[in-house]
């Protein structure tokens, strides 16, 4: 029960529970069972615990997942077996969790979040502190939004502050154009402003004086070798694939936004575990055409998704 007065917690706030099932799919293309099994695993801020169910099913010898806010409700999907932790925000990971107490930390879809602004840590620290966790040789796998920039038509430089805004402006006369380019390019700008503003991802410095959203993957590699791990692997193993507009877009479907979620989620599963996803020069086709699916049942925007594998030297 959460606590009164309390921040809410961000998966209630969002209906994530809704909403999780357009955006990725990352289970068996996440993480085998050749690293969980027999091993003690953490899923740090475990969200609605499907990858913990996951990894349950894997056998591993322990499984804590937790949750960044004090007051988080067990996820229903939760297995019993698994520890529920929660107050384990990115600042106090090493001191909320026993150091050389993991084989194996996953972090799915969370270290774009926080920043080195206000009261935040950025991504350095969060490493140096997985890495306290961790026993020697022990793995972390984490995934994260590519970094992406969004284009300015008129204009140049703004502030990272009002640059949505400054973009949205020189977005919305172009929406509705004739020209099947611009009307294409300004739909899907306006897609990734309500990504980006659903989400909460904070702002980055880009190149050639743009804002961006997201990590930029050279960096976060090189933030994984400051802090003593070893890379193992880089690969991009889906997009997020985030629905437009998704009330107005549902509207005549004849279907809820859940089952439409579901439909969502089968068509990822399907193309995601195939054999063809595996192979790193068919991927892209593969999903070129898993992403001109789902739009046959709902207009998205798509951003790659980065997975990251590294172990403690």
Do not use: C
């Not at 799919?25 to 690293?35: C, H, I, P, S, T």
């Amino acid at each position: 029960m959460s606590d009164a007065g309390a921040a809410p917690v961000w998966e209630q706030a969002r209906d994530w529970e809704t909403m999780r099932r357009f955006v990725y799919y990352q289970r068996e293309n996440f993480v085998g069972a050749e690293l969980i099994e027999g091993r003690d695993v953490i899923d740090y801020s475990a969200g609605l615990g499907d990858l913990s169910a996951y990894v349950d099913s894997l056998s591993p010898a322990s499984l804590v997942a937790t949750a960044p806010e004090p007051h988080a409700p067990r996820p229903d999907s939760l297995p019993e077996s698994a520890t529920w932790l929660t107050g384990v925000d990115a600042g106090h990971i090493s001191s909320a969790l026993q150091p050389e107490s993991a084989d194996v930390i996953l972090a799915r879809m969370v270290i774009q979040f926080p920043t080195t602004e206000a009261d935040a840590v950025d991504v350095d620290e969060i490493l140096a502190q997985m890495h306290r966790v961790l026993r020697d040789k022990g793995t972390v796998v984490v995934t994260t939004h590519s970094f992406f920039s969004l284009p300015r038509f008129e204009g140049d430089h703004s502030e990272a502050d009002d640059h949505l805004a400054a973009v949205e402006g020189d977005v919305a006369p172009l929406v509705n154009m004739g020209d099947t380019f611009t009307r294409g390019v300004a739909r899907e700008t306006a897609g990734l402003i309500e990504l980006i503003r659903y989400l909460g991802l904070p702002p980055r410095e880009g190149p050639f004086g743009r804002t961006g959203f997201g990590l930029k993957i050279p960096m976060l590699v090189n933030s994984f070798l400051r802090q003593g791990f070893r890379v193992e692997g880089v690969d991009e193993i889906e997009p997020f694939t985030f629905p437009i507009d998704l009330k107005s877009n549902i509207v005549g479907l004849g279907v809820t936004p859940t089952e439409l979620g579901i439909r969502v989620m089968d068509i990822k599963r399907g193309y995601l575990t195939s054999s063809e996803a595996g192979d790193p020069y068919l991927r892209p086709s593969i999903l070129a055409a898993m992403i001109e699916e789902i739009r046959t049942l709902i207009p998205v925007t798509a951003v790659p998704i980065v997975r990251i594998y590294a172990t403690k030297k």
